[in-house]
């Protein structure tokens, strides 16, 4: 029988390997999709793609003006893994530690102002920072205990998890069951993600932001341990 072994915590892995670190962020994705439908007229901050659904609905009806709604936070994510790119591209002699916690300092920054400064006029400022924020976020960490995953929206480690369950139930790989399990448990930390934005959106409209925050800098002081070798 053999023994699963899944660390939360590995020191062999760089920060942003983390499964704790990951887990935290796939909350972060879930967090902020249900936030913005709930309190930015049903705009998705990270899936795009339900955007562009909502955009070709809305075509189909002839309702240019909601079209308009959903335009400004896909162009705020292009905008976000472009800037992403070239801050990368730009620093490529950065270590990989540092441009973490600069990405996630910047994430949490762009929040701040997001929750301080909502609205512009009346432009609601807040789904154009977040998705520009996911941008990020889904540009900057791509694997997690050396697989790759997504951590804004599901599809990807759902058809994943699908891959390896059935490759140890049928072709006896032994890895693919702890694969199975990360993929599963990243699927449930995004559910809950989703949950939880709902339930205090509802109760703390425009305030539940401060909690996805939090999640954040717990994040960003995770790797700063890490790095220094405390965890």
């Known amino acids: 029988m053999d023994k ?36 930015c007229n049903g ?6 793609t339900g955007n ?3 955009i070709g609905l809305a075509l189909a009806d002839g309702d240019f ?34 441009y973490i916690n600069i990405s996630l300092l910047i994430q949490i920054f762009l929040l701040f102002f997001a929750y301080f400064v909502p ?7 807040r789904p154009l920072i977040i998705s520009f924020v996911c941008a990020m976020q889904f540009d900057s960490f791509r ?44 699927i449930v930390m995004f559910l809950f993600g989703v949950v939880t934005g709902s339930v205090v959106s509802y109760n703390f409209n425009h305030h539940a932001l401060l909690l996805v925050i939090g999640v954040l800098i717990v994040d960003f002081f995770i790797a700063i341990f890490h790095d220094m070798g405390r965890v």
């Not at 892995?13 to 902020?32: M, N, Y």
């Open 4 to 39: 699963l072994q899944i660390k939360i915590l590995d020191k062999k892995l760089p920060s942003h390997e983390q499964i704790v670190f990951g887990l935290l962020l796939t909350f972060v994705g879930g967090f902020f999709d249900s936030y913005t439908y709930i309190n």
């Open 65 to 98: 003006s909601t079209v308009l709604n959903f335009v400004p936070p896909i162009s705020a994510f292009i905008v976000g893994v472009v800037f992403n790119e070239y801050i990368i591209k730009k620093n490529i002699y950065l270590p990989i530690r540092r």
């Open 52 to 54: 562009l659904i909502f």
């Open 143 to 186: 694997t997690i205990n050396k697989i790759p995953f997504a951590n804004t929206f599901c599809t990807g480690n759902l058809r994943s998890a699908s891959e390896h369950i059935f490759r140890y139930i049928f072709l006896k790989e032994r890895e693919s069951k702890v694969k199975f399990y990360i993929y599963f448990s990243l």
């Open 43 to 48: 705009i998705f901050a990270n899936a795009q």
């Open 119 to 125: 609205k512009v006029y009346y432009l609601d400022t």
